[in-house]
């Protein structure tokens, strides 16, 4: 398919540029047609074209096909964190200490970065998540970031009371982490931002990046925060093309600390600006919504198969979420969407779980067994997508190594640096873990023959030359999980009738039809006590706007706007002000 004039402005401009990108604008056809030209134009130094996610990133590659040149040095595909690691820190992280860092990919994926304080009571841990860190490292507790189940009452006064103690934690545990040579995503930014502030640091980095590349795409612009952005900008100083593409109005990882009006800001400073405007995935109707939503002033058309597709908005009314997937099956019947067809989008995973009929499993992932049994059924469940498998081997891998490190010091290391350490391979305890998990059924047994069958497994496991966990660590690591966690058992193997997810977890995705639920709690901001509703009718700019926007904006053919009947005349009443054509049922 020839590429429509604006994109075909995108792939030819010759300076840094920024261009604004409504959904399904065909941005990322845009961006490899401009990738393999530029590699094909360069014959020394190298084109990166960087995104934030792995999907996003093999998306690329797959959409580059059989010119395999365009993929390999000096050439790079990859996300912003890879970026990050392989060309900034790496290189001046091994300058420092004499040793290659060992790279993980969050704080949760290392057990020292949950702690408590001292007199804490019957609060959960702390987690570094909820800290920023100077570029010296010192910590900076975000209490917007505490969850709300964080503790009873009065924990969060607590915790308030107790910053500068936490605070102080928090950066003792990064000094550790980065000692050990264990360095997260967030924590490479920190080191980024540190060695930019050297002169020194800066002129060896200036000439490595300068050698190495001689423009750097940006997909998901909008997505980049202050660490990104400062990169950007030199990147930009030493003489590398800057081209960067996304939608401000679809920033929703402010959580991630992404910056949207400092990436305006940035890119208002680009020497080329444009617009691709045409979406080609969703009808007129889901358009409108769209831009009823968007707080930007980007105004979209729609094109394509789908612009011919007068189905409405439709809104309905709910009181309990266990009403809104009967309704939702029978518009979709109404024009020839299926189940499958559809997919349930929340803010909050839960609402969107109730509303699917799936029961949640808060303590699959601290309970050893349960985490086992909860893996086997999501291997066996053909529902099961991609990145949940790969979430639930991990759970049954984190919890056979804990067998194999009683007693040693593992806390600050990641955890192919305690593979490494306990001498296993990886990809030996990936391939047993998910033997493990899908050779027992848990619907079949009571919690405790579960249990001791999780145990006899592993003590029959063939260690090789490890030391074989003993019978006493089995016992105390895998034990029976309550029997109000097993009653859940259950219901592992029923599948839902509709897939759901959070609005997060499908962000660069499209469906023929989504169902968008607003329940009757709405997430209040701490800041400005506003709900999303409060946002939407005052037109203030906010992520939680946001999120709506980019769940609306995944429809192809139908849009269902789930609402409790607290909020559903708000909502018609804002549908009628943005003149998005809607029927409510």
Known sequence: MKLTDDQQALVDAEDSLF??????????????????????????????????????????????????????????????????????????????????????????????????????????????????????????????????????????????????????????????LLRAGTITCEAARVLAAFWLNS???????????????????????????????????????????????????????????????????????????LKLKDNWRSSPAIV???????????????????????????????????????????????????????????????????????VSLDGAGKNRVLAIAHAGSKLRSREADPKTRKKVVDQVQRSILAALTVGRETQHHSFAAVCEDVGVDPRWLENFAVRLALSLDAGAMSRGDFAAAVRDSLKAADWGHMSAPTSSDLGSLFRAPPEDAWASVASFGNNPSIRYSTVHGVKGMEFPGVVLVLPDRLRVDRVTGRTVLDDWEGDHNTEARRVLYVAGSRAQQLLVCAVHRKHVGRVASLLDSKNVPYIKI
Not at 200 to 223: H, K, N, P, T, W
Not at 299 to 317: D, K, Y
């Open 288 to 358: 409108a919504f769209n831009s009823g939503v968007r707080s930007g002033q980007l105004v979209e058309t729609a094109r394509g198969e789908h612009s011919i597709v007068q189905t409405p908005v439709h809104l309905i009314e709910f009181s309990a979420l266990d009403q809104i997937v009967p309704a939702a099956l029978d518009i979709a019947e109404q024009f020839k969407l299926a189940a499958d067809d559809l997919v349930v989008l929340s803010h909050a995973e839960a609402h969107g779980m109730k509303a699917a009929g799936v």
């Open 199 to 273: 002169a020194e640091e800066r002129a060896l980095l200036a000439g490595l990046l300068s050698a190495r590349f001689a423009e750097v795409i940006v997909d998901e612009s909008q997505d980049c925060g202050r660490e990104e952005l400062r990169i950007l900008g030199f990147l930009r100083d030493c003489g590398v093309r800057v081209v960067m593409v996304g939608d401000v109005d679809q920033s929703i990882y402010e959580f991630r600390s992404a910056t949207p009006a400092a990436v305006q800001e940035f890119a208002a400073r680009l020497s080329v600006q």
């Open 19 to 176: 261009t604004a990108a409504c959904p399904g604008a065909g941005k990322t056809r845009a961006m490899v047609a401009r990738f393999l030209k530029r590699t094909a134009e360069e014959p020394r130094r190298g084109i990166a074209l960087i995104s934030f996610t792995n999907a996003a990133v093999d998306e690329v590659r797959r959409r580059c096909g059989s010119q395999a040149e365009a993929l390999r040095v000096p050439h790079f595909v990859g996300t912003f964190d890879a970026f990050i690691h392989r060309f900034v820190v790496t290189p001046l992280y091994v300058k420092a200490y004499n040793r290659k860092p060992n790279y993980v990919q969050s704080w949760h994926d290392v057990a020292s970065a949950s702690f408590r304080l001292r007199d804490m009571g019957r609060t959960q841990n702390l987690e570094l998540k909820w800290f920023d860190f100077d570029p010296d490292g010192r910590a900076h507790l975000n209490l917007n970031r505490v969850p709300q189940d964080f503790g009873d009452a009065g924990a969060h006064g607590m915790l308030a009371q107790r910053k500068q103690e936490a605070e102080e934690t928090a950066s003792h545990i990064f000094g550790q």
